[in-house]
Nanobody, 116 residues
Framework: VQLQASGGGLVQAGGSLRLSCVAYGSVNSINDMNWYRQAPGKQRELVAGFNTVGGMTNYLDSVKGRFTISMNNTRNRLYLQMNNIKPEDTAVYYC??????????WGRGTLVTVSS
């Protein structure tokens, strides 16, 4: 599986941004698709996750109510709608998938910079 993320950029605090991730390859083997982020000097953290088997989602507490993860019907595109963005959301955002054999794949990150 190959992943290509896009949609990052510079946004003012309170604004919105939508990240996209396209998966290529054995997309039917994907169980979970997730967004991670890594801010400067901090560890990478899970922001939002989507389980393709049950359709369940989960979110980092600090983004609940502001971010929404979704997937298209063909399960090859993952989105992260980011609303009411805060300066602390500044990070490189990574698309991540885990397939049915627990193998994980990472895409290149897309940088989100929030100005206050």
């Amino acid at each position: 599986v190959q992943l290509q993320a896009s949609g990052g950029g510079l946004v003012q605090a309170g604004g919105s941004l939508r990240l996209s991730c396209v998966a290529y390859g054995s997309v039917n083997s994907i169980n979970d698709m997730n967004w991670y982020r890594q801010a400067p000097g901090k560890q990478r953290e899970l922001v939002a996750g989507f389980n393709t088997v049950g359709g369940m989602t989960n979110y980092l507490d600090s983004v609940k109510g502001r971010f929404t993860i979704s997937m298209n019907n063909t399960r090859n595109r993952l989105y992260l709608q980011m609303n009411n963005i805060k300066p602390e959301d500044t990070a490189v955002y990574y698309c991540h998938v885990q397939d049915r054999w627990s193998k994980v794949y990472w895409g290149r990150g897309t940088l989100v910079t929030v100005s206050s």
